[in-house]
């Protein structure tokens, strides 16, 4: 397992763009975006590996958020662009070394950084 922190949440206008950062104590072959609304499930956001050469993202999110890593400062981010309310949750940054869209197959979990969309 890995230790991650996040970082960049906050309150923003819809339409508005956030940056979340996520440092780590180590990088795995998968890093990846996970966010949980208030009443529901936590739900896949976007994975990359890890030379960045494959990316993948939620259908809602997808052509709006874009992930990326940079292995030299053990540091994933997410942009988020055009946000939305419904983009409101607290945002998680996850490590596995298989990866996929399932929370389940991730063993390293962040405390979680707010995100707030107003409409």
């Known amino acids: 397992q890995v230790q991650l922190v996040e970082s960049g949440g906050g309150l923003v206008q819809a339409g508005g763009s956030l940056r979340l950062s996520c440092a780590a104590s180590g990088m795995r072959y998968v890093m990846a975006w996970f966010r949980q609304a208030p009443g529901k499930e936590r739900e896949f956001v976007a994975t990359v590996t890890w030379s960045s050469t494959n990316t993948y993202y939620a259908d809602s999110v997808k052509g709006r958020f874009a992930i990326s890593r940079d292995n030299a400062k053990n540091t994933v981010y997410l942009q988020m662009n055009s946000l939305k309310p419904e983009d409101t949750a607290v945002y998680y940054c996850?490590?596995?070394?298989?990866?996929?869209?399932?929370?389940?197959?991730?063993?390293?979990w962040g405390q979680g950084t707010q995100v707030t969309v107003s409409s």
């Open positions: 996850a490590a596995s070394d298989s990866g996929g869209s399932s929370r389940y197959a991730y063993d390293s």
